[in-house]
């Protein structure tokens, strides 16, 4: 069936660039998000990519699709104490037009 | 104003009690959605009604029981409640059923069960 996969945790320096990676199976997908879930709070969605684009930039967020190798990256420039959350890669292509989620990759910003 | 507000945001019970939580979204959305957050923070679809209709009921035990009194709103009964319920669990909307992807979140309901 189809799967999302990302790593759980990322640690980055603040000021730094966060790189923030996802894979996918269903080469069918029309659109893939990136949600943000911020302690104690539900999800947000940040950005998303149709499946016809390579790039999407939005501020200090840049979205990487490379679909040949099923492959989504989020970039946060400038990474903050503030985007610290856990991040969700999802695509749109399950049944009844249901997503497909990641596990979430938590960002840890040091000091 | 909360766009989709669920209460209560927090609710400890015991172990064979019934709660209901509840949702209400003000966004004009057709569709709603339930969602089980564990605790590795892992997302499971579980409920998604569209105009007051069940269109997704996922593999969910039948002690779980939402009901749709108005396309505004979006409630989840549950029946005999065991220690492996204790999750957070996400209301959610979109404007239909085809827009599943842009979602729009509660702030969650953690439920422990003792």
């Known amino acids: 069936g189809e799967d999302v996969e990302q790593s759980l945790f990322l640690s980055v320096r603040e000021g730094d660039s966060s790189v923030i990676n996802c894979t996918y199976t269903?080469?069918?997908?029309?659109?893939l998000y990136w949600y943000k879930q911020e302690p104690g709070a539900g999800l947000q969605l940040l950005t998303y990519i149709f499946s016809n684009m390579d790039m999407k930039q939005d501020q200090r967020l840049t979205v990487l699709l490379n679909k040949k190798d099923k492959h989504l990256s989020l970039r946060i420039a400038d990474t903050q104490t503030g985007d610290s959350a856990i991040y969700f890669c999802a695509e749109s292509g399950g049944s009844n037009y249901q997503l497909i989620w990641g596990a979430g990759t938590k960002l840890i910003i040091k000091p | 104003d909360t766009a989709v507000s669920q209460t209560p945001k927090y609710l400890v019970t015991q172990m064979g009690n019934d709660k209901s939580i509840k949702c209400e979204q003000n966004l004009g959305h057709d569709t709603m959605y339930w969602y089980k957050q564990d605790s590795k923070k892992f997302l499971k679809i579980m409920f998604s009604y569209n105009n007051k209709e069940l269109i997704i009921n996922e593999t969910v035990p039948n002690r779980f029981s939402p009901k749709s009194p108005d396309k505004a709103h979006l409630n989840l009964h549950i029946n005999s409640l065991e220690l492996g319920d204790s999750a957070v669990y996400f209301c959610?909307?979109?404007?239909?059923?085809?827009?599943?992807?842009?979602?729009?979140f509660g702030e969650g309901s953690r439920l422990t069960v003792l």
């Open positions: 269903d080469s069918s997908s029309t659109y």
């Open positions: 959610a909307s979109s404007h239909g059923w085809q827009d599943t992807g842009e979602l729009f």
